[in-house]
């Protein structure tokens, strides 16, 4: 450094700004995304269907549910799985 002294001040380190909430319309594909990710060998082979339900007060909630499964036995078989890797799961009509 010419003229020693104190090396030139670096700019301050601004935080990463977080990414923003995802929409609610989203949630519900990111909550099928990481259930399949954590649980490929059980819900990689099936598709996803989203239900919205709109309860007036209580606001809107989306219902993710899996498609592809043959049986309300082998969906049963699926949610017992599930539960046992502290998943929850239930078998709709």
Known sequence: ???GGCP?????RQPAAA????APERA???AWNQAVNANRDLLGN???DIQRADLGDKGVFYRVRAKG??????????CDKLAAR???CIVVR
């Open 1 to 3: 450094r010419p003229g």
């Open 46 to 48: 099936l598709s996803l």
């Open 28 to 30: 519900p594909e990111q």
């Open 19 to 22: 990414p923003p909430p995802a």
């Open 69 to 78: 499964l043959r049986s309300a036995d082998e969906a049963k078989g699926l």
């Open 86 to 88: 502290k998943v929850g």
């Open 8 to 12: 030139p001040e670096r700019p301050a």
